[in-house]
């Protein structure tokens, strides 16, 4: 039996052929930001052999190719899913608000649960090394998902593009006012009707419902309007440079391999499959159509008082970017002046382009790291 990505999947290529509760009303935190100590500010470094292209990054030089060969075209208005291009179920799911939950990704937390039934996954590096993961939900739905954990400054500039309330399990009160101050609703434990597993220790034990956790957007009123794409989605021409696995090194702890098997891209960390289960049990592997890479200055968020000082990613400005699909890349870079803007990508002509629609990974990625593939 198809899973409900791919059969939305097959659904357009037939087309083709035709979120504690909300701080509302606390005042906007002012934040100071250092460069973490290992941000590199040499040019990039860029080796390629008949097999292999890797890449290591720096804050302020870009380097970028783009075959000639892509071509990119808009997809008409209204086609699809605004988060992902896909068609939806019914066509009224499409006009409602997106909502995104806050997914735990420690090692005690794995496997989580219910990433497969999201629409888009967004990825963002956290303290220790590690990353957490965004699951978008707009006309998608989920009945056991988590393990729900708490907020981080990059989430907001993410989901503020959308915009869309997240579901957390917490989180440092200047976070949660920077959220508020940019227009993103919180939905907490309460609200969100969020229980706990036994089969898990706390604080990586918590789960919700999308049914739940769209009614806790609900009792707090947060908007309710469909989302904008976070890029354009496009009809996309395989481009010739073929990416059959795509190496991420994160920090010195985490390691993760995306690897083409001709259908869709299997996630590996640090060598192990990176499986998910559902509620009774049953194990897949992570896998995605279309992965998205951004990189992003990293650095250090300071709150303006004695409360902790996170790790962040800059998600306005410019950077690198890579769209892995169909076992094929292009590299390029992204722009966007504001968080609540569209990411634009653009190619070394010059010319605009755009993700092809699918189940999608947005690597958030620190620009002093590698990116390698082949």
């Keep these: 039996m198809l899973c409900p990505h791919m059969s939305r999947l097959f659904l357009l290529i037939g087309a083709f052929a035709l979120f504690v509760a909300a701080c509302s009303g606390e005042a906007a935190v002012t934040t100071t930001t250092t460069i973490a100590t290992t941000t590199t500010t ?17 804050a302020t030089t870009t380097t970028t190719t783009i075959d000639e060969s892509t071509t990119v075209t808009t997809v008409p208005e209204g086609f699809a899913s605004q988060v992902n291009g896909l068609p939806a179920i019914r066509d009224s799911l499409l006009d409602r608000r997106a909502i995104g939950v806050k997914i735990d990704n420690h090692p005690r937390a794995r496997p989580q649960s219910g990433l ?32 729900i954990r708490s907020v981080r400054p990059t989430d907001s500039t993410m989901l503020a593009a959308f915009p869309a309330p997240l579901a957390m399990s917490g989180g440092q009160p200047w976070i949660q006012s920077l959220h508020t101050s940019r227009g993103i609703g919180l939905i907490g434990p309460g609200a969100g009707n969020m229980f ?9 034990n918590l789960y919700g419902t999308t049914e739940d956790l769209r009614a806790g957007a609900d009792s707090h009123d947060f908007p309710d309007d469909p989302p904008q794409s976070l890029y354009p989605i496009v009809q996309w021409e395989i481009p010739e440079t073929t990416a059959d696995q795509v190496v991420l090194d994160w920090s010195d702890e985490v390691t993760v391999t995306w690897d083409w098997d001709g259908d869709r891209y299997l996630r590996t960390h640090n060598g192990v499959p990176h499986e998910i289960v559902d509620q009774g049990g049953s194990a897949q592997q992570l896998a995605v159509d279309v992965l ?17 000082p996170v790790p962040a990613l800059d ?7 890579w769209v892995f699909s169909r076992g094929a890349v292009w590299e390029g870079r992204w722009e966007r002046a504001n968080y609540g803007d569209q990411f634009r990508l653009i190619g070394a002509d010059g010319t605009e382009a755009g993700v092809p629609a699918g189940f999608s990974w947005v690597s958030v990625f620190p620009d002093h790291r590698s990116v390698t593939w082949e």
């Design 42 to 58: 040499t040019a990039p470094t860029t080796t390629t052999s008949p097999t292999t292209t890797s890449t290591t990054l720096a």
């Design 116 to 147: 497969m039934d999201a629409d888009s996954i967004f990825e963002l590096r956290v303290e220790g090394g590690l990353t957490r993961f965004i699951a978008v939900f707009h006309d998608n739905e989920s009945d056991y998902l988590g393990p």
């Design 315 to 321: 998600t306005a400005g410019s950077g690198p970017a």
């Design 196 to 204: 706990r597993i036994s089969a898990k220790v706390a604080p990586h």
């Design 292 to 308: 998205v890479i951004l990189g992003a200055e990293f650095y250090t968020a300071y709150p303006s008082d004695d409360q902790t």
